[in-house]
């Protein structure tokens, strides 16, 4: 009964990261992107997951999002579409729908 009740719990995974302030501040932006730009939402929404749930993006392309500003909108999100491609989002979802679709194998060894 215990080892049944940890194997149920042990892998479970946990979705929420913490966020420091850069990253608070990316998806902020994010957000108010996705109300800017409706037919890239699925873009930005998957960008979101990215960040928020798989903690993926590195910190250059945080660093890339908190840069954009009104006086250079159009042009930023060009280039950012084209340094995070959607397909880089895409890709990394679906690295951890796998992983999370697998089963988990615990080994417990005992050295003399």
Known sequence: KIYKNIK???????????????????????SALKSMFPNIRDYFEDLETV?????????????????????????????????IPHKYLAKIISQSNKIDEGEE????????
């Open 105 to 112: 194998i615990l080994i417990l060894s005992e050295e003399f």
């Open 8 to 30: 149920k719990n042990i892998f479970l995974r946990k979705t929420h990261v913490p966020h420091d302030r850069g990253k608070r501040e990316a998806l902020a932006k994010i």
């Open 51 to 83: 960040i928020d749930k798989l903690d993926s993006l590195p910190p250059k392309g945080l660093k890339f999002i908190r840069s954009i500003s009104e006086s250079n909108l159009n042009e930023k999100i060009k280039e950012l579409q084209q340094k």
